[in-house]
Each structure stands twice: as C-alpha cells, then as structure tokens.
Nanobody, 121 residues
Framework: VQLQASGGGLVQPGESLRLSCAAS????????MGWYRQARGEQRELVAS???????DYADSVKGRFTISKDNAKNTISLQMDSLNPEDTALYYC????????????????WGQGTLVTVSS
C-alpha cells in the first residue's frame, strides 16, 4: 500500500487547513487510517484516526477543532483542521493499518510522506 498525502501549508493562527491522504495498491483492505504529527524535537503522536466502520478517535489537544473523515470507496481520508494555533505546527503523517491479502498478513502499517503544517503570524 502506498499513501499519498497533500494539503499542508502556512497559515495564521485561527485559520483552517485540510489534509488529504489517498491509499493505493492491490489486494488489501484497510482497518484503520489516521494522522500522526511530529513537531521539532518531539515524538510522533496520534492526532486522529478512523476505522473502516467510521469510528473516530482524537487526541485531546485537537478535540473540537479537527475532524477526520473517510471515503471507503476511494480509500481516502481527510483531516479538517480549524482554529489552528502555533502548537499545531508539525510534520503530519498519514498512516494506514491494513490487511495484505497477497502476503497473508494482518496489521501491516503503511506511512505516507510527511506534509508540513506551519501556524504562524
């Protein structure tokens, strides 16, 4: 599975951004997709995730500001980020945990390239 992320950029505090991630490949099914972020000097942390069934989970720091959504038919997820603040500045990584039917493996992780989100006045 390959993940292609897009949508990062530079915004001012209080503004919004939308990240998208598309999964491609063959003979797989995705169980969970999500977004992680890593700020400079910090560990990578989970921002939001969503299961194939539509159950979403969020880090406490983004609850009420970020919304994750999915399109199962297109194997894509989006992260709508509102009321951004400088603490949201980080590299954001898309992740998919999937079942690989060719290899016969479950719980396989794929990562997209990071997309930079910078919130600054």
């Amino acid at each position: 599975v390959q993940l292609q992320a897009s949508g990062g950029g530079l915004v001012q505090p209080g503004e919004s951004l939308r990240l998208s991630c598309a999964a491609s490949g063959s003979a797989f099914s995705i169980d969970v997709m999500g977004w992680y972020r890593q700020a400079r000097g910090e560990q990578r942390e989970l921002v939001a995730s969503i299961t194939a069934g539509g159950s979403a989970d969020y880090a406490d720091s983004v609850k009420g500001r970020f919304t994750i959504s999915k399109d199962n038919a297109k194997n894509t997820i989006s992260l709508q980020m509102d009321s951004l603040n400088p603490e949201d500045t980080a590299l954001y990584y898309c992740n998919a945990r999937y079942r690989d039917y060719i290899l016969g493996r479950n719980n396989v992780d794929a990562w997209g390239q990071g997309t930079l989100v910078t919130v600054s006045s």
